[in-house]
């Protein structure tokens, strides 16, 4: 089966801009997870879907953070505007009920804010 | 709330050395465990997974790990390092406790090198 793809795989911006990253998972995977991982960290939640509805935000910082899977399929992540401390590997992943929590992640999108 | 500790940030090793990479959790109730593995500018790749079968669970690349409940501990090991294994390695936990897909939560990740 074709794996999580994503885009882009790297970002440059200045502070203050906006930013988006899109998300393709599996095919019939109805679980997407969005993760952020801070350079010498591991992955740290920060959205969790299932199928077009929000399951799980409780870690997304709103007042510059959005995420959406309008048709269940494919999600995009947004952030605006960006700090410095955004800076990270932004991974997505997906799941399907069948194989319970067991994630397949994509290659990420490496930010980096300057 | 869950966690993950992975003893050790850096683990160098020989080549055809042991890998013991280690790795304990905090869960009210048991979890799924995982170990995956990162390669430089990649995704995390599923190694092994612990969903309470086999105490003993066998994963790719000759990888495998014990679940030790009463020790809260998911070791790595691998007998015969190469050097191919050099990467990060990551431990992480889902609880069971609720239903439907969860997330995992991860430790921070153990970078293994191997020496020739």
């Known amino acids: 089966e074709a794996g999580v793809a994503q885009s882009p795989r790297y970002k440059i911006i200045e502070k203050r801009q906006s930013v988006a990253f899109w998300c393709n998972p599996i095919s019939g995977h109805a679980t997407l997870y969005w993760y952020q991982q801070i350079l010498g960290q591991g992955p740290k939640l920060l959205i969790q879907?299932?199928?077009?509805?929000?399951?799980?935000d409780s870690q997304l910082p709103k007042d510059r953070f959005s995420a959406e899977r309008l048709k269940g399929v494919d999600s995009t992540l947004k952030i605006q505007p960006a700090k410095l401390e955004d800076s990270a590997v932004y991974l997505c992943?997906?799941?399907?009920?069948?194989?319970?929590?067991?994630?397949?992640f994509g290659s990420g999108t490496r930010l980096t804010v300057v | 709330a869950q966690s993950v500790t992975q003893l050790g940030s850096h683990v160098s090793v020989s080549e055809g050395a042991l890998v013991l990479l280690r790795c304990n959790y905090s869960s009210s109730v048991p979890p799924y465990l995982f170990w995956y593995v990162q390669y430089p500018n990649q995704g995390l790749q599923l190694l092994l997974k612990?969903?309470?079968?086999?105490?003993l669970v066998k994963g790719i690349n000759g990888f495998e790990a014990e679940f030790k409940k009463s020790e809260t501990s998911f070791h790595l090991t691998k007998p015969s390092a190469h050097m191919s294994d050099a990467a990060e390695y990551f431990c992480?936990?889902?609880?069971?406790?609720?239903?439907?897909?969860?997330?995992?939560?991860f430790g921070k990740g153990t970078r293994l090198s191997v020496i020739a």
């Open positions: 879907f299932q199928n077009n509805g929000v399951v799980d």
């Open positions: 992480a936990v889902s609880d069971l406790a609720r239903s439907g897909n969860t997330p995992l939560v």
């Open positions: 992943a997906s799941s399907r009920e069948s194989t319970g929590p067991r994630h397949t």
């Open positions: 612990y969903t309470s079968a086999a105490t």
